[in-house]
């Protein structure tokens, strides 16, 4: 396998995991400040491609269209929060599986009811169409690059919001004693609302930047939540430095065994075959790294030890 | 535990005759249609019966009770299209057409997956044992998708539905008979398990597992024999669930699919005995009924299920047989 190759894989896997960090950081926020866990984040991540892909054929302008994502997002993660998560704090995690679940099925059949279900399509916007050189020879695409620096300045951010910020610190004691920081004063309530937005505001960004490379549709949140659920168990739930490195864990994981896996298996059996079993061995790979990392370490990479 | 109310009971056996009587006299007016929609209830009925052992009686949510619905119904697939060819089926034995031999295979082969599953996902807890749950359920799912040998995305038809001695199941009515009876036995089986020592320590274990270790009884063990019992249970009603559509697909195994479970017991009561019959009986006729008046009936099935969860806990028969459970 050439270097190019190998290069241009590593940062697919890499773009992947950038963008599944845009949508563990809200899951493992939401659940390491209130408690939650949030199967409906990815129709949040449809909702935000939607606006995305709509306001851009509205406007003829990608960038309108990513800000209009953001706030579509914000809104409905918002909105949702105030009609139906917040009675959901006090209840076991059961019960927040069903009211998601029945979530997720009320968005994507609404969604599906307001735009039909021909996939919409969102071009990448013309300041960064075309390729970069690889070193070894090849080209990447220039889009998926700025993917990956969008994910790592969220990264960046997110880091500072919480560390350096009132509304960071405020979210840190939420964390560690929601009764003692009421009792302080502050309006838990809304602070609440604001940390499930955020999420939200994050699932709808990485819904905009994905639907430039897919296609736009229904349904279109289901494969990355479950692969972000799978990223935030293995980072640890609670911890935004976990799903960090979880996410490019299960990126670059998942990416090169697709590739390499076949390759591998091809030095022992005959080549149909090989490309039969890494093809089916790759596409599970990533449950088989979470299971054992589960096995070992019971609350993941960086969880707290309870 | 306190002892069944008899409002309970009543709703129990009126559900219970009603799901035997409206088949028979549909098969007496000549609408068969309606015995395969009480088929349908019944087998879903009986996976989510399977489930309620571990998140009825053991309080472990599985997420992914599907990879055990969907096993059974491909090893019910598999074996059919091996008689169907000819071929030997495993270390050369014929394979048969034969449901109680397939169905002994569903459900060992259930029990043998659902004990390292069980062993791996039970030392850890809460939303990680959720997650876990779904991620082997997942595993089993892209295996089945990826793997062209059985049909792979496109799924495994089975051509003539297979045989039971004494019993001509390629009518409706005979067929829904069977899978009548085999829910009957699941939930005598549950009603002994949930009475018996063993229920006994699987619920303690539920409601303080440090007591129950406390006392000499290690959850551990209990817990991964009820997941194991539970994944047989589901086994079984997958195996009926391919032969009931001849057909069995990826689909099965999907999370969409554990999803619904868990949906059909909370629909109807969680920890109950009739719960799971309850809710397939109100999703399956909900499906039928509002999918006649709108395409869009899972945004009504979704609005429905957020309220049963903000406002009606209990379910169907908490609704009907009043007070919710303890624990």
């Excluded at chain 2, 303690?204 to 551990?220: D, E, L, M, T, Y």
Aim: charged letters at 10%; a positive charge.
């Amino acid at each position: 396998m050439s270097l190019a190759l190998l290069i241009e894989q590593l940062l697919n896997g890499l773009q992947l995991g950038v963008m599944l960090f845009l949508m563990a950081a809200g899951l493992t926020l939401i659940f390491g400040v209130m408690g939650l866990i949030n199967l409906a984040h990815g129709s949040l991540y449809m909702v935000g491609a939607f606006a995305c892909a709509i306001v851009a054929a509205a406007t003829g302008s990608f960038w309108i269209g990513l800000a209009a994502s953001l706030v579509a997002a914000a809104a409905a993660g918002a909105i949702v929060e105030v009609t139906v998560i917040r009675r959901l704090y006090d209840r076991d995690h059961l019960d927040q599986v069903l009211a998601t679940f029945a979530l997720i099925l009320v968005f994507s059949e609404g969604t599906r009811w307001v735009f039909g279900s021909f996939p919409l399509y969102l071009d990448i916007p013309p300041l960064l169409q075309g390729a970069v050189p690889l070193p070894g020879g090849g080209q990447y695409q220039l889009y998926r690059l700025a993917i990956i620096g969008v994910g790592i300045a969220v990264a960046i951010g997110l880091y500072l919001l919480i560390s350096r910020t009132r509304l960071g610190m405020r979210i840190r004691a939420g964390e560690s004693d929601r009764e003692m920081i009421a009792a302080l004063g502050v309006d838990i309530k809304t602070l609440y609302t604001v940390v499930f937005a955020l999420g939200a505001a994050l699932a709808g960004l990485a819904g905009a930047l994905v639907g430039a490379l897919q296609s736009v549709q229904v349904g279109m949140g289901e494969p990355v939540l479950i692969l972000a659920f799978v990223v935030i168990v293995i980072g640890g739930i609670g911890s935004i430095k976990g799903a960090l490195f979880g996410a490019i864990l299960v990126g670059v994981v998942d990416t090169m065994g697709r590739v390499l896996l076949p390759q591998a298996l091809s030095l022992m059996l005959p080549p149909s075959q090989a490309g039969l079993v890494g093809g089916a061995l790759a596409s599970m790979l990533i449950y088989i790294v979470m299971a054992l990392i589960l096995a070992f370490r019971p609350s993941g990479l960086f969880g707290a030890q309870s | 535990m306190k002892a069944t109310g008899a409002r309970e009971i009543i709703a129990n056996a009126t559900i219970a005759l009603l799901l035997l009587a409206v088949p028979l006299a549909a098969s007496a007016m000549g609408e068969p249609f309606y015995v395969t929609l009480a088929t349908r209830i019944t087998i879903l009925a009986l996976a989510a019966a399977g489930l309620n052992i571990a998140l009825g009686l053991g309080g472990l949510v599985s997420f992914g009770h599907a990879a055990f619905f969907g096993l059974g119904g491909y090893a019910a697939g598999i074996m059919a299209a091996h008689a169907f060819n000819a071929e030997p089926f495993f270390l050369g034995l014929d394979s048969t057409t034969s449901m109680p031999v397939i169905w002994l295979v569903a459900i060992v082969t259930c029990g043998l997956v659902a004990l390292p599953i069980g062993a791996i996902s039970l030392r850890t807890s809460g939303v990680y044992f959720i997650m876990i749950t779904l991620a082997f359920a997942q595993m089993i799912y892209y295996f089945a998708n990826s793997w062209p040998a059985y049909g792979g995305q496109d799924g495994l038809p089975i051509f003539i539905r297979n045989t039971f001695p004494g019993v001509n199941t390629a009518q409706p009515l005979p067929f829904f008979l069977l899978c009548y009876a085999a829910l009957l036995l699941a939930l005598l089986m549950f009603w002994s398990l949930r009475n018996s020592r063993f229920g006994a320590a699987l619920q303690a274990a539920r409601q303080n597992s440090v007591r129950v270790s406390a006392v000499g009884i290690a959850p551990f063990n209990v817990r991964l024999v009820a997941f194991v019992i539970s994944a047989m249970v589901t086994g079984l009603a997958g195996a009926l669930f391919a032969d009931l559509n001849r057909f069995v697909s990826p689909s099965m195994l999907s999370w969409h699919m554990s999803g619904e479970l868990i949906v059909l017991i909370v629909l109807g009561g969680i920890g109950r005995l009739f719960g799971p019959v309850a809710g397939a009986m109100l999703f399956v006729l909900l499906e039928h009924f509002l999918g006649g008046v709108t395409e869009r009936w899972q945004l009504f099935l979704g609005l429905i299920l957020l309220g049963v969860v903000l406002f009606a806990r209990g379910g169907l028969l908490g609704m009907i047989a009043g007070k919710a459970r303890h624990g």
